[in-house]
């Protein structure tokens, strides 16, 4: 073979790299690995909630610390890999970041395969059995704790599956961090600015399309038992049952190995792809503008300047605030909405995180649309972004308002609901459902008084009437009306909230010079996490904790994750959370309205002063 026909044959390799090497591939990749990123953290773990608290045995406030950690983590992970990652190749930093977040997919889920899942089986079934019953001339209850109709003790993981937990947030936290600084600037880089609206618009919709799909994924796996093979041997146990623990880790697999194949892909990418001659000049100055503004920013002097700039701009600091408080709103829903759900209206985690899914996305993606169809049909400046925000706000409100009367009323009686349960000595640690008319459920046959027992069967219940039977099991507490309207409503609040993104954008964008719109992109990221994203989970964790009606008990005596909520109690206490925090908002940007009308009104009198001295100044030339 010739000279000539090796360089020919290398010509050919190179051809079929450039061709694959291409912003559009790129796009793909970057796409593909947002939306898994997305998946995962603003989806499928909202999903699970329910299932780890109760695999782990930890309460909701517990679990909210330790994912808030993959915000703190970012705070200070996203800035540093920024800089530093800005001086190589940004695709590859990337598709590093992309097999880190795998890996700390692989750690959450490491504590089920080194422990597994057993239930204990307690061998005296029979006393037991009597324990439940009502007992008014003893104590009916010992050191031992029982749970469930099953006769299961609850198995709690040991302390360091929680560590584990947080280091795989954190470990996620700074896998995510290039995603969205040094991945969108490569793309932008490559990009003319005709293109750059499309671009950008097709990987923002796959960071809303990833919180669709973890949702979907969360109810496909969370339908199934979470042992492998072990659905038809779970002694009664159903999906509606607070003891039910679905298939939680099955998502993060499957995440681990699409970011890994994808990682791979990218790490072949070089540091400038090979761009037409129409592209090149644009793409020479993209990058020259990025290192420019780089060296700007190089100095601690120059940061800590460009932070006081930014502070003592009114505008933007006040939209940044606005934006934090909202997105208190938009963490507390994506994290906590499916086990809220599932607790006032009584379903399955599965049919509450498809639900979930199906109505909150949509609904996102349409109100970011619809944002930046308004901002460019009507070209809205600064002040007429203002006015679109204070009005989807205050209607957001209203609607929120209206979701604190949509419930399931709650048919659950617990300990001391009434004296004759009080003197049956029930024990706090037996949940042994049983349902009376269809219409109330007792945490246990005590409670209702019953003192014989006949396979799924109670009577002789003294709280109730003579002839009244009691059946094993909970009621089915249906309020299909409530539910409808209930999604409904959510659908608009989330459509409202989600109009805003576009306008708080542009108005951000333009309220900064131009030299700092990037640092002040990066700056309100950081606000947010510290105001809003950090402690968002913590807070409503408490709430929810406090509306807990029964705890259930671990084998080492101590508190674990919560069975049953208050459903008549937590609409109010969770959505007049959410509304004085919304009212914040809205008192914000209606301040921010307020100056801005001001300086329109005094700009438009300047602009008519200006238009009649020019119309004196012509009749004069003219006479």
Not at 74 to 86: D, E, K, R, W
Not at 270 to 288: A, F, G, M, R, T
Not at 372 to 398: D, P, V
Not at 442 to 462: F, I, M, Q, R
Request: aromatic share 14%; proline share 3%.
């Amino acid at each position: 073979m010739s000279e000539n026909d090796d360089i020919e044959i290398t010509n050919r390799n190179d051809q079929r790299k450039f061709r694959f090497w291409t912003i559009r591939w790129y796009l793909l990749l970057l796409c593909l690995i947002v939306l898994c990123q997305s998946m995962i953290t603003s989806g499928y773990i909202g999903s699970i909630v329910s299932s780890i608290e109760t695999y782990y045995g930890f309460s909701s406030e517990r679990l909210g610390i330790a994912f808030s950690s993959y915000d703190i983590t970012g705070v200070l992970s996203i800035p540093l890999i920024s800089y530093f990652g800005s001086q190589y190749n940004r695709a590859k930093i990337v598709a590093l970041g992309s097999f880190v977040f795998s890996i700390g997919n692989i750690i959450f889920i490491l504590p089920y395969f080194i422990n597994g899942y057993h239930k204990q089986i307690i061998d005296n079934s029979t006393n037991e059995t009597i324990n439940s019953l009502c007992s008014p001339n003893s104590t009916n209850y010992s050191e031992n704790i029982y749970l469930s109709s099953n006769n299961n003790l609850i198995e709690v993981q040991p302390l360091w599956t929680y560590y584990m937990i947080i280091l795989s947030m954190i470990i996620m936290s700074i896998g995510a961090s290039p995603f969205y600084t040094l991945g969108i600037t490569y793309l932008t880089d490559h990009l003319n600015k005709d293109d750059q609206p499309i671009y950008t618009s097709i990987f923002y919709g796959m960071i809303a399309l990833g919180p669709a799909i973890g949702f979907l994924m969360g109810s496909l796996f969370l339908s199934e038992w979470i042992n492998i093979g072990q659905n038809q041997n779970l002694d009664g146990i159903t999906k509606t049952d607070p003891e039910w623990i679905g298939r939680w880790w099955a998502g993060f697999i499957l995440s681990s190995f699409l970011l890994i194949l994808l990682s791979l892909i990218l790490f072949t990418f070089p540091s400038k792809l090979e761009q037409s001659d129409n592209n090149n000049e644009l793409i020479q100055s993209n990058q020259s503008s990025q290192a420019e503004s780089l060296c700007q920013l190089s100095t601690i002097k120059e940061i800590f300047k460009s932070i006081y700039d930014l502070i003592m701009n009114l505008t933007y600091i006040l939209i940044v605030l606005v934006n934090s408080i909202e997105n208190i709103l938009i963490v507390s829903f994506t994290t906590f909405m499916v086990k809220y759900i599932e607790s006032v209206f009584n379903i399955s985690s599965s049919l509450s995180s498809i639900l979930t899914g199906s109505i909150i996305i949509p609904a996102a993606v349409f109100g970011t649309i619809t944002g930046g169809y308004l901002i460019r049909r009507f070209r809205m400046n600064i002040y007429q972004s203002i006015k679109l925000i204070l009005i989807c706000c205050f209607i957001s409100l209203i609607f929120l308002i209206s979701l604190i009367f949509l419930k399931c009323k709650s048919n659950i009686k617990y300990s001391n609901d009434t004296k004759c349960s009080q003197l049956c000595n029930c024990s706090p640690y037996i949940y042994q459902p049983v349902c009376y008319q269809e219409t109330i459920t007792y945490l246990s046959p005590c409670y209702a008084g019953c003192t014989t027992v006949d396979g799924k069967e109670y009577s002789n219940c003294t709280c109730l009437s003579l002839e009244a039977k009691v059946f094993e099991g909970s009621c089915e507490n249906s309020c299909l009306f409530q539910l409808i309207l209930f999604f409904i409503i959510l659908f608009l609040v989330t459509y409202c909230e989600t109009l805003m993104a576009t306008p708080h954008l542009i108005i951000i964008l333009r309220s900064v010079r131009h030299e700092l719109q990037s640092f002040s992109l990066g700056f309100e990221n950081c606000i947010v996490k510290l105001l809003a994203q950090i402690p968002t989970p913590i807070l409503f964790g408490i709430i929810l904790d406090n509306q807990c009606l029964f705890w259930s008990q671990s084998t080492f005596h101590h508190r674990a994750s919560c069975f049953i909520y208050n459903g008549d109690e937590l609409p109010m206490r969770l959505f007049a959370t959410t509304i004085i925090i919304k009212l914040i908002s809205f008192i914000l940007i209606l301040i921010l309205f307020l100056i801005k009308f001001r300086e329109n009104k005094f700009l438009l009198i300047q602009q008519q002063d200006q238009e009649e001295e020019q119309q004196d100044l012509l009749n004069n030339s003219h006479s």
